[in-house]
């Protein structure tokens, strides 16, 4: 073997391995649960501070995740960008207010994986970039668990560990340190009576009753728990 192949490979091993060194462990991070309304964004300035579920309308609890990428941009002249990131899921434990994890009611998985869908680019220089994506991270399949969750411990709160998972336009997967949502319970605490328009089509039971509010049901979305007719017209 000549000296300039043996040379051409230390290279390539060198700069595999420092190309493994750009990509550890914790290189992607949740940061925050922003509030969805119709959409996110992640520089948006609203923030949640804590989840709520009622449980007279679970049909899946969604979360609008930030999620911030430390990577530095490795593209070289002949070499594409390898520190993109591409999020194809989140991890979900279901913890109890005392930190232990409960078994499920159902036999239901915990922890388990939900889809979810985002790429953050790489950094220029140092610092983070971030993305924001939905998922749903407790299934509506899980709303007779989180019954026996109450009936059981008495507990009134939960929370949510959420990793985020991903890998690297390079091929490196990552995985984030895990986020803690704290969310309470209610029944029938977001529910609002809803008049029927006097023209057009009432209102559903279940339907928000603002069509603004795509997430009926959770946090801070109401819903329709009852529809009452308009009051009738007088005429003089």
């Known amino acids: 073997m000549s000296r300039f192949i043996l040379a051409v490979i230390v290279l390539m091993l060198v700069v595999t391995v420092a190309g493994c060194n750009r990509f550890p462990d914790l290189s992607i991070q949740v940061t925050a649960n922003l509030e969805p ?139 984030s340190p895990p986020f803690r949502w704290p969310i309470g319970f209610c029944t029938g605490c977001l529910g609002v009576t809803c008049e029927a328009p006097e023209n057009g089509p009432p209102p559903q039971i279940g339907d928000p009753a603002d069509e603004d509010q795509c997430f009926p049901g959770q946090d801070t979305w109401l819903y329709c728990a009852e529809v009452v007719a308009p009051p009738p017209t007088t005429t003089p």
Not at 77 to 102: C, M, R, Y
Not at 154 to 166: H, L, S
């Open 37 to 175: 309304g119709c959409g996110v964004t992640a520089d948006q300035e609203e923030r949640l501070s804590l989840g709520l579920i009622d449980l007279n309308y679970l049909r899946g609890y969604l979360v609008a995740p930030r999620i911030e990428s430390y990577i530095i941009s490795n593209a070289l002249e002949f070499q594409g960008e390898q520190g993109n990131v591409q999020v194809d899921s989140l991890s979900i434990t279901i913890l109890l207010p005392d930190g232990t994890q409960p078994v499920l009611a159902g036999d239901l998985p915990n922890p388990y994986n939900v889809a979810a869908s985002l790429v953050i680019p790489a950094n220029e220089s140092q610092g983070s970039t971030a993305g924001a994506t939905f998922a749903v991270a407790i299934p509506s399949s899980y709303r007779g668990a989180l019954l026996a969750i109450i009936a059981d411990t008495g507990f009134e709160q939960i929370f949510i560990d959420i990793r985020a998972n991903g890998t690297t336009a390079g091929g490196f997967s990552q995985t």
